[in-house]
T-cell receptor
Framework: AQKVTQAQTEISVVEKEDVTLDCVYE???????LFWYKQPPSGELVFLIR??????QNEISGRYSWNFQKSTSSFNFTITASQVVDSAVYFC???????????????FGQGTILTVHP | DTGVSQDPRHKITKRGQNVTFRCDPI?????LYWYRQTLGQGPEFLTY????????KSRLLSDRFSAERPKGSFSTLEIQRTEQGDSAMYLC???????????????FGPGTRLTVL
């Protein structure tokens, strides 16, 4: 069985602060994929990043960065110099190997509500 | 390119009524997924189609739920005899291992928010 845990239910920061969203996952698959999605108040899930289990290189994209640590089964997401527009619910998700019976379905965490105050 | 669309965006119904939702995936995508998201939770997988074949159904999908994808294009999700516990956002996503851009990744639609009174 696969599981994703986002222990932080809500985070509140002031604009320009850095914020890290935690994600811990469980899977028995040797190959898997991790994702982060953003869900603004409009409701549509917006893809942010995908990381393959065999690639532990961290990634930076503008103000966003991701820290993947296989040894601790974590895939944390950091927003640097947060802005009000970053306010949203952020989901971490796991997809197992698309072979076998998983068919590529995503297992999501409970989400972290991020509020950035001006 | 055109994204995933869902119709209606909102549906209010009375307990016991039947409802049907539609999802139009990205045209080149052969894989289609339905998820349900209740308030304060992440989306949960309901069912998966590869072309017109329904290959997996979650245990969340009771016998009151049925999904179809005729001809491997759009999909419908029907809920019969709705209950208040069915109130949720129903999300559709599509993907394709053959896509030139973001292969395997799921593109989500805006969702249909169902309220059962």
């Amino acid at each position: 069985a696969q599981k994703v845990t986002q222990a932080q239910t809500e985070i509140s920061v002031v604009e320009k602060e850095d914020v890290t969203l935690d994600c811990v996952y469980e899977t028995r698959d040797t190959t898997y994929y991790l994702f982060w999605y953003k869900q603004p108040p409009s409701g549509e899930l917006v893809f942010l990043i995908r990381r393959n289990s065999f690639d532990e290189q961290n990634e930076i994209s503008g103000r966003y960065s991701w820290n993947f640590q296989k040894s601790t089964s974590s895939f944390n997401f950091t927003i640097t110099a947060s802005q009000v527009v970053d306010s949203a619910v952020y989901f971490c998700a796991l997809r197992g190997n698309a072979g076998g019976t998983s068919y590529g379905k995503l297992t999501f965490g409970q989400g972290t509500i991020l509020t950035v105050h001006p | 390119d055109t994204g995933v669309s869902q119709d209606p965006r909102h549906k209010i119904t009375k307990r016991g009524q039947n409802v049907t939702f539609r999802c139009d995936p990205i045209s080149e995508h052969n894989r289609l997924y339905w998820y349900r998201q209740t308030l304060g939770q992440g989306p949960e997988f309901l069912t998966y189609f590869q072309n017109e074949a329904q290959l997996e159904k979650s245990r969340l999908l009771s016998d009151r739920f049925s999904a179809e994808r005729p001809k491997g294009s759009f999909s419908t999700l029907e809920i019969q005899r709705t209950e208040q516990g069915d109130s949720a956002m129903y999300l559709c996503a599509s993907s394709s291992r053959l896509a030139t851009r973001r292969r395997h990744e799921q593109f989500f639609g805006p969702g249909t928010r169902l309220t059962v009174l």
